[in-house]
């Protein structure tokens, strides 16, 4: 166990760094392009068969035990541990990583990421397995120092992606997104900090296990609110959103999927395994705050896809999905914000369910972009409608699919996450506001009505319409390395949906004992 | 003039002091080991000008190389006092003049690496903009002697002689290129450092008057014990002390000479002074303060907090308006990141006024010495571009990449290093260490200030690293002389060692400094 932990952060970093070494890849242009991006779609290949050996090998009898521990110094001057470890709450974290960048890296070696002055594909490998990097290593480790150095690692590169492959105004979202986090991950730093300083160490399993004690009660809110800024900004939580859509807008379509499916999970992982257990007390005082910063974020999301998606706005189709994940991870802040064990357990299933189908989601619209050469609804729809359904209707049922899967079909993954989280949002944890929990638990569900509206305005003007409609484009029906790389998302969507206690086995017991009941 | 009469003075001064109680203790014995890094270099410095005096005219070119030696040697003897108890020699009733303990040593060893490094980028320069070797190869090492001497000066006139010789030969390397600009840099850089000079020494005076004494730990026991009516006095001191060294340090105001003395000096004696000058004042800075000045902590914190807070916000938004086409871009953006990071390196000073300790020093040690590192190697890739490209702009970068692979790489390493984001892991942690002696001495408004100005420094250093990727024109790739790459190498392969392995250079942050 603790060699595939390691394994599973060196293999991406050692990869990394050979795209650096010269020749490696040969000299030809083309040719190196392409092994590159061979080796990479290998190397994702054989970090996912890690993560799988790591779930196959997890004791699944005592998911809240931490599992297969490294804990060496590495900075004794700072006393930072080179501290890894796995539980429930991670495991699935580590393997939806695992997966999206395999899949995303597969996906590329056949439909390789270029545009006018995009640099070489060699570039683009070592920049994906760095951002794996720092991906993982935000999941795996214990530290506090080490999670906001993994926090830090994915900045460059996903910067990169966004400003060299983008499109649009790409440097400029590049930008905001990167000073956007930055700004946030600086604050979080600080409240680090001061936590490392009143506890005298910075190891994440130490500090959960005093759960606050010997933190003073100025100082829990002081640290509280400093974390807790960093990782909204991250997750994001509304009105820290703002850098999300223009991110998403410029972003090539692996990037896309990366910052949805894994990027904004870090910020709520950190919510989980950082603030609550923790900065208890902190984190009780401002829950209140955060559920109302997720109601309308959820309502927000909702009704900024609604006017994306109606007919002559010039919506963007990734901007759409982006705002609706704004709307999403607001289910996961109120399930967090609750404090019970169901909200929780709901959040970290809403984690896990938003990755998959807004993966899904916008390696289909990606690759609609591609065809239009634009993502803009109006464009799409024409006068009637794009209809998918009759041009090509493999792609149109995916894209149809993850939009009911978005909206919460029961089923599929989309629901379990949304409704435990509001039915923990109905019973807030012990000290709450009960009403103010159900009048955000009434905005929630007003949200999911939302939700099902924007959906289904969307699915109604891509999927349906006239064929017989004069087309701007011959669409491409679905080709085989989409479907490749797609369908596990969409199966793994099913099944997450009808056997919701696979990942709810596994948190449950962490959940618990990061609350400290039971 | 005045300088100097004044130094013999206070000289005499001490030498009076000292002999109260026997002559024959002014008879000592010298510890010529403790002393040995500054002397060495000092020595090479006396060598390098006999030889430029005999050798023919053919073999002057073996005064870099020779320059190059004397400064490895000298590092060489900060080996045998890294272990053991601190050595210390010219001592006296009220203390010991030269220290050698690990305060001292790092600073030496940031001033004799950071001059061996800017050393090795000169091989080059010298021989091409064809400098006088003799006269730059002697004024070099005379500044890394006294850069060597000053952090190991334990009292107030071996500090000012120090700093005197850190400064005065640098006035002469920046002139030594003969154009417009490198008269006008120099004479800039001359007349703000002679004011800072003339004003510290006015402050020294005072606090002598006040306390009796040079040696730093006895003014900090006379400043205890002080009558009320000399009280104004030895703050007034203390105050104008500080100040002279803010000039050296460029902290804001008195910073605007940086940038201009910066582009018209020769690129490696610009890295020079951004980091070894600047290591001069800090160290010196960092002394009087926690030394000489111990009492007063609450007041020089406060104003070292806010000096910390304008200097970073003013460097770097001076750096965000640098624009990408005006000439000599590139050093004018080296010279205000510089004025930042000194911001940022008189933070930890700070907090030991509000701790009362000299512990969160450990913190701008090791980010001076990784600083030191990353920038000089920032100014190396900058010295190669203008080989080719002599203006230099931000624009010149463009297509770096794609005409020197290794360059393009190593400067996107070294700038990501000075913005502290991974893969610069050591800059990373470097910031870490500041803001740790921020919060834990209870500054958490100056943490503040300095995340939104690493957030600010953040968008240059990466408009500047995104530059060289970006497709420029193609250009025949030019050769790199072989000092050019051994720089670099030194550089970039201290930087990934040190981001691998960051205890290395943190270690100064947890062990004991005096």
């Not at chain 1, 970290?348 to 807004?358: E, M, Q, R, Y």
């Not at chain 2, 003395?261 to 001069?280: I, R």
């Not at chain 2, 008189?346 to 590192?373: D, E, F, Q, R, W």
């Amino acid at each position: 166990m603790n060699a595939l932990l390691i394994a599973l952060l060196a293999l991406p970093l050692l990869g990394a760094a050979a795209t650096l070494a010269p020749g490696l890849f040969g000299a030809d242009p083309t040719a190196r392009g392409r092994r590159a991006l061979r080796f990479n779609a290998v190397l994702t290949g054989l970090v996912l068969a890690l993560a799988v050996a790591l779930a196959a090998g997890f004791d699944h009898a005592h998911p809240g035990r931490m599992q297969g521990g490294v804990d060496v110094s590495w900075i004794p001057a700072l006393g930072v541990r080179f501290h890894l470890g796995v539980d429930g709450v991670s495991l699935p974290l580590v393997v939806l990583t695992a997966l999206l960048s395999f899949l995303c890296a597969l996906y590329s070696t056949k439909r390789p990421p270029d545009g006018e002055g995009t640099p070489s594909a060699l570039s683009f490998t070592g920049l994906f397995l760095l951002l794996e990097v720092g991906m993982l290593a935000t999941f795996l480790v214990l530290d506090l120092l080490l999670f906001f150095l993994a926090f830090e690692i994915v900045l460059v590169p996903m910067y990169f992606l966004i400003a060299r492959w983008g499109s649009g105004a790409r440097t400029a979202s590049a930008f905001r997104f990167i000073l956007y986090t930055l700004l946030g991950s600086a604050v979080m730093l600080l409240g680090f900090l001061l936590i490392g300083l009143h506890a005298g160490t910075f190891d994440m399993t130490e500090l959960a296990a005093r759960h606050g004690s010997g933190l003073s009660h100025s100082t829990q809110l002081l640290a509280a609110l400093a974390i807790g800024l960093g990782l909204l900004v991250k997750a994001p939580a509304w009105p820290l959103h703002s850098w999300l859509p223009d991110a998403h807008t410029s972003a090539p379509t692996v990037g896309s999927v990366l910052l949805a499916g894994v990027l904004l999970k870090m910020g709520t992982y950190g919510l989980v395994r950082v603030l609550l257990p923790i900065v208890p007390d902190g984190t009780a005082t401002f829950a209140p705050y955060l559920g109302a910063l997720a109601a309308v974020g959820i309502v927000y999301g909702s009704l900024a896809c609604l006017a994306l998606a109606r007919a002559g706005r010039g919506g963007d189709l990734k901007r759409l999905i982006a705002f609706s994940s704004v709307g999403h991870m607001g289910f996961v802040l109120l399930g967090i914000a609750s404090l019970t064990p169901v909200g929780l357990n709901g959040a970290l299933f809403a984690n896990i369910a938003h990755g998959l189908i807004t993966g899904l989601l916008f390696f289909v619209v990606g690759a609609l972009k591609d065809r239009y050469g634009t993502a803009d609804l109006d464009t799409l729809a024409g006068a009637s409608g794009a209809a998918l359904y009759g041009r090509a209707p493999r792609l149109g049922a995916l894209l149809a699919f993850g939009a009911v899967a978005s909206l919460g079909l029961p089923g599929l993954a989309g629901f379990w996450g949304e409704l435990l989280a509001m039915f923990g949002a109905f019973q807030p944890g012990a000290g709450l506001h009960r009403p103010a929990f159900l009048v955000f638990m009434a905005l929630a569900g007003l949200g999911t009505l939302l939700t099902a509206a924007y959906l289904l305005v969307v699915v109604r003007r891509v999927c349906m319409g006239d064929p017989a409609q004069p087309a701007a484009v011959q669409v491409a029906e679905l080709r085989g390395y989409e479907a490749v790389s797609w369908t596990p998302l969409a199966v793994l969507t099913v099944v997450a949906g009808l056997w919701p206690a696979l990942l709810l086995t596994l948190s449950d017991p962490v959940v618990k004992q990061l609350l400290a009941v039971g | 003039m005045t300088t100097t009469q004044l130094t013999t003075t206070h000289l005499m001064g001490q030498a009076v002091n000292l002999a109260v109680p026997n002559a024959g203790s002014l008879i000592q014995s010298v510890d010529w080991v403790a002393i040995a890094p500054p002397l060495i270099a000092a020595a090479t410095a006396l060598l390098v000008l006999l030889a430029d005096l005999l050798l023919p005219p053919g073999a002057k070119r073996l005064l870099g190389p020779l320059t190059a030696l004397g400064l490895l040697g000298a590092l060489a003897a900060l080996l045998p006092l890294v272990h053991g108890t601190p050595r210390s020699t010219f001592c006296g009733a009220a203390g010991c003049s030269y220290v050698a303990d690990h305060f001292a040593l790092a600073f030496q060893l940031l001033a004799l690496g950071g001059a061996l490094l800017a050393a090795l980028l000169s091989q080059v320069t010298v021989a091409e903009d064809r400098l006088p070797a003799g006269e730059y190869w002697f004024l070099l090492l005379s500044s890394a002697a006294g850069a060597a001497l000053l952090p190991a000066a334990r009292d107030l006139a071996t500090l000012v002689v120090a700093l005197e010789v850190v400064s005065l030969p640098s006035f002469a390397l920046v002139a030594l290129k003969r154009d417009g600009r490198g008269g006008e840099a120099a004479l800039k850089f001359f007349l703000s450092s002679v004011t800072a000079t003339a004003v510290m020494l006015l402050g020294v005076s005072f606090l002598y008057a006040a306390t009796g004494s040079l040696q730093l730990g006895a003014i900090a026991d006379g400043l205890g014990q002080l009558p009320g009516r000399l009280k104004p006095l030895a703050e007034a001191g203390g105050m104008l002390t500080l100040v002279g060294f803010a000039f050296k340090v460029a902290a804001v105001p008195f910073h605007f000479w940086v940038p201009d003395t910066y582009a018209g000096a020769p690129l490696p004696v610009a890295g020079y002074l951004s980091v070894v000058g600047k290591a001069s004042g800090f160290a010196g800075l960092a002394l009087v303060t926690s030394l000489a000045l111990r009492p007063y902590g609450h007041t020089w914190g406060l104003l070292l907090a806010v000096l910390a807070a304008v200097t970073m916000t003013a460097g770097n938004t001076a750096a965000l308006r640098q624009r990408a086409d005006s000439a000599q871009g590139a050093v004018r953006l080296l010279a205000w990141s510089s004025v930042a990071q000194a911001g940022y390196l008189l933070v930890p000073l700070a907090a030991a006024g509000y701790a009362g300790s000299a512990h969160p020093l450990g913190a701008t040690v090791a980010y001076a010495l990784i600083y030191g590192l990353v920038n000089l190697g920032a100014f190396g890739v900058a010295a190669l571009v203008a080989r080719t490209r002599p203006a230099n702009r931000l624009d010149d970068y463009r297509g770096l990449f794609a005409r020197d692979r290794f360059a393009a790489l190593a400067l996107a390493f070294f700038l990501l290093c000075l913005a502290g984001l991974p893969p610069g892991v050591v800059g990373l942690f470097g910031k870490v260490v500041v803001f740790q002696a921020a919060v834990d001495a209870g500054l958490g408004w100056l943490a503040v200030v300095m995340a939104a100005n690493v957030v600010i420094a953040l968008y240059y250093y990466l408009f500047w690293t995104a530059r060289l990727f970006t497709p420029g024109e193609a250009a025949e790739p030019a050769r790199t002389p072989g000092p050019l790459t051994a720089t670099l190498g030194l550089a970039a392969v201290g930087a990934v060692v040190l981001s691998v392995a960051p205890q290395l250079v943190l270690q100064v942050v947890s062990g004991s400094l005096f």
